[in-house]
């Protein structure tokens, strides 16, 4: 079992930059590759970004390639999402993911064993 706590959300303006981090419960964390999901009131989950329980491949949306990160610290059972560049299109509620694979894989794969609560975040224009 994996519990899942995001932080970080808030308020920024346009151009603004957020870091949200997740912290996942249980020993075998670093067994799990991560991801970050996002969804708006009445619209569907988007893949955001992923990363291989290593560290070493990651994966990101298109609408966010090149101004999001996406990074891990198994020691600290983190996941850090480093957002730049924000537009008010990014305002959603984002959420963390965890899903166990065989290798060290990262993927836009929407179903995650585990998901925490979410984490709002707003992008003023």
């Known amino acids: 079992q994996v519990q899942l706590v995001e932080s970080g959300g808030g308020l920024v303006q346009t151009g603004g930059s957020l870091r949200l981090s997740c912290v996942g419960s249980g020993r075998t964390f670093s067994s799990y590759a991560m991801g970050w999901f996002r969804q708006a009131p009445g619209k569907e989950r988007e893949f955001v970004a992923a990363?291989?329980?290593?560290?070493?491949?990651?994966v990101y949306a298109d609408s966010v390639k090149g101004r999001f990160t996406i990074s891990r610290n198994n020691v600290k059972n983190t996941v850090h999402l480093q957002m730049n560049s924000l537009k008010p299109e990014d305002t959603n509620v984002y959420y963390c993911?965890?899903?166990?694979?065989?290798?060290?894989?990262?993927?836009?794969?929407?179903?995650?064993?585990?998901w925490g609560k979410g984490t709002l975040v707003t992008v003023s224009s």
């Open positions: 990363i291989s329980w290593s560290g070493f491949k990651t």
């Open positions: 993911a965890a899903k166990y694979y065989y290798t060290d894989y990262a993927g836009t794969d929407y179903a995650m064993d585990y």
